[in-house]
């Protein structure tokens, strides 16, 4: 009898031991910090975005959340090594398009694939917009585009990364206006700014938010979008006066290859919750930001499309 609630205590033992450590391998995500990457300099929308949502998130997921930065090649340092990182979802990273489908398209010394990137979401987009110091001599789209064409090759004109939003804005107004200007690519659009102010850059083919935060220094001559922004009407766009030219940047978050998909699902869950928090989003959309959100399924699909629409433009432009 002994032996048998001995034997009965030992296994108990040992049920309760595979309990707790079954239990710990179970355990609910996340269980300590996550590091959200941003692969653009400080102060740029990337970053801004993130540290809006920075409190939102560790509210919403129960942990902190750090963020941290890994910058270079257009945002290609941080993506190439978030596609290497564990995927225990501990690391996520900010991402844009149409960056990781341009990159890898047009150079071979990316790091990685669009394939490679695992986007959980997109939660907002920000419209190109041509802009030049408020002092310029450009008044207007027309007086800018005037010069260009009496003077090929002498406008500079600053923007986010190469092979950018910023940067195909660039040569797509280029070729819708007949004109040849010289698009010069910073690590960010908080490198790009303080050359613009600093006369370094005679304008810049930058953000909507760019534009918002430094009303009093940049002269907005067009937007890129189809329709006038309620945050800018007064600022033409680009179609209306003539030029068939839509263009501008999405953000989202990704992880890396192979991370489980309930981790996925719960991070685009956080990131949704947020973008749907009022006050998160009233002060997004004052600063120039347009609030979307495509799920993991959504992505997948929105990725495909604006890959084909992009390859359509490189060949079409013969930037390929």
Known sequence: MRRLVTSLTSILVILAIFGMFSGTAKAAYPERPIT??????????SDITARAQQPHLEK????????????????????SEIVRTKPDGYTICG??????????????????????????????????????????????????????????????LGGSGSYSANHLGTVEFNEAAGIDTVYIPFTGSGDAVPAFLGGHVTGLMTYTTMAANYKDQMRPLAVATEERLSLFPDVPTFKELGYDFVEGAYRGICVPPKTPDEIVNKLADAFKQVNETPEYKEMMESMGFQMVFYGPEESKKFVEERTEYYKRILDKLEMK
């Open 36 to 45: 959200y990457v941003i692969a653009f300099n400080p102060g740029g929308e």
């Open 60 to 79: 919403i997921l129960g942990t902190q959340v750090i963020i941290t930065y890994k910058i270079g090649g257009g945002g290609a340092v941080g993506w």
């Open 95 to 156: 991402h844009n398009i149409p960056h990781i489908i341009l990159q890898p398209l047009q150079r071979k010394d990316t790091g990685y694939k669009t394939s490679d990137i695992n986007t959980v979401c997109w939660f907002e987009a920000t419209p190109n917009m041509l802009v030049v110091p408020v002092d310029s001599k450009f008044k207007t789209l027309d007086d800018f585009v005037k010069y260009a064409k009496e003077h090929p090759g002498q406008i500079t």
